[in-house]
């Protein structure tokens, strides 16, 4: 394989959608106007590879790590999945992206055949056990019929060698010595075939990067869990702050929620609290299922910022600052997101618990 290493994608994140993130909410609560199978076909090269990718990654019931080697110097490889952890005897599959104004034809693989044709041949990067073409105008009935019959296929590149790949693999022309021809003769052309558009549209409704593309809306979200009757570790920074903000309102130490049952009303904010935490804890691992990495993020930046004047106002205590900087995410008008459609009182409440976590809230100074 290449001493390149193309740029590797991990399982998360992978890289933001190219629409804005007033765009995407918009989308996430409407749908853009047009319908996906339409709008592939408007998409940009670059965007038709990070569309591929997107959906690629998603696979991972079938492959370790996904790579998009797209560009210049990327041998006739867009998107490489592979099978087996990534190294250079791994198993993988290969998606090249063709983004053209129609179906695919013959003529619009020879090149690429012969780049695999040859890298492999060169050792340069091992066989895929799969070579798939992925076009939003899926491929033409020829060439179709051609991807059926892989022994016409292979006569076909012969055939079309001359012209379409001699002169355009390499600088130097690439003829079709003894050497060449026998690994062509032996090549699996039955691994070569493509992926129809609808197919990869479908499986990629099941990402998390689908609304952000396409619109359509957010599925229904689940209720959040219960809190557990033990704390949690996750929990203990935003409990010891409350602790802490509930010592000040009392103007006594309060060491464990066990001693708040003598204070109802504390007792009651506490199992609120928690409550709203793990509400949005749900909502963070909703967002991470079906949003790209950073939205969540960008909810707890806004209600962050639209706290500020209610939790820098002067407070009698660190209880009353938590109580009028809860309620003010509570009020707070958020209105371009694209978790809105799913965003309730619990979770915004929660949100200021986990900037609490965060070191970005504090009760008492």
């Known amino acids: 394989m290449s001493t390149a290493k193309p740029k590797a994608l991990s399982a998360a994140p992978i890289p933001t959608p190219t629409v804005s993130a007033s765009i995407a909410a918009s989308n996430v609560v409407s749908g853009p106007p047009v319908p996906p199978l339409q709008r592939v076909r408007l998409f940009s090269s670059g965007e038709w590879e990070e569309f591929t990718q997107e959906w690629a990654d998603a696979l991972r019931s079938r492959y370790s790590d996904v790579w998009r080697c797209g560009g210049a110097g990327d041998m006739g490889r867009d998107v490489m999945a592979f099978i087996d952890k990534p190294g250079p005897t791994a198993k993988w599959d290969n998606f090249q992206c063709k983004h053209y104004d129609h179906s695919l034809r013959p003529s619009d693989v020879w090149i690429e055949l012969g780049k695999l044709m040859y890298y492999t041949h060169t050792k340069q990067y091992t066989k895929p056990e799969n070579y798939y073409f992925v076009a939003p105008q899926d491929v033409g009935t020829s060439l179709a019929r051609l991807f059926h019959t892989p022994d016409a296929l292979r006569t076909k590149l012969y055939a079309n060698w001359a012209k379409?790949?001699?002169?355009?693999?390499?600088?130097?022309?690439?003829?079709?010595?003894?050497?060449?021809?026998?690994?062509?003769?032996?090549?699996?052309?039955?691994?070569?075939?493509?992926?129809p558009v609808l197919s990869v549209l479908r499986e990629h409704a099941g990402t998390r990067w689908h609304v952000h593309r396409f619109g359509g809306g957010l599925p229904n979200r689940p209720d959040a869990p219960d809190p557990p009757s033990q704390l949690a570790p996750s929990e203990l920074p935003y409990v010891a702050e409350l602790l802490k903000a509930y010592g000040d309102h009392k103007k006594t130490p309060i060491a464990s929620p066990v001693d708040l049952t003598s204070w109802g009303n504390l007792d009651s904010h506490f199992q609120l609290s928690r409550k709203s935490f793990y509400s949005a804890e749900s909502l963070k691992e909703f967002s991470r299922d079906h949003l790209p990495d950073g939205e969540y993020e960008r909810l707890q930046d806004e209600i962050c910022d639209g706290v500020q004047e209610s939790y820098l106002e002067a407070h009698d205590d660190g209880y009353r600052r938590a109580v009028a900087t809860t309620q003010a995410a509570v009020q707070l008008a958020i209105t371009s997101h694209p978790l809105l459609s799913v965003l309730r009182s619990p979770d915004r409440r929660g949100v200021c618990h986990q900037l609490v976590n965060d070191l970005r809230l504090k009760w008492v100074d």
Not at 177 to 192: C, E
């Open 164 to 195: 379409y790949c001699q002169d355009s693999i390499t600088k130097k022309p690439v003829t079709l010595t003894a050497r060449l021809k026998k690994h062509i003769d032996s090549y699996p052309f039955d691994s070569i075939s493509f992926k």
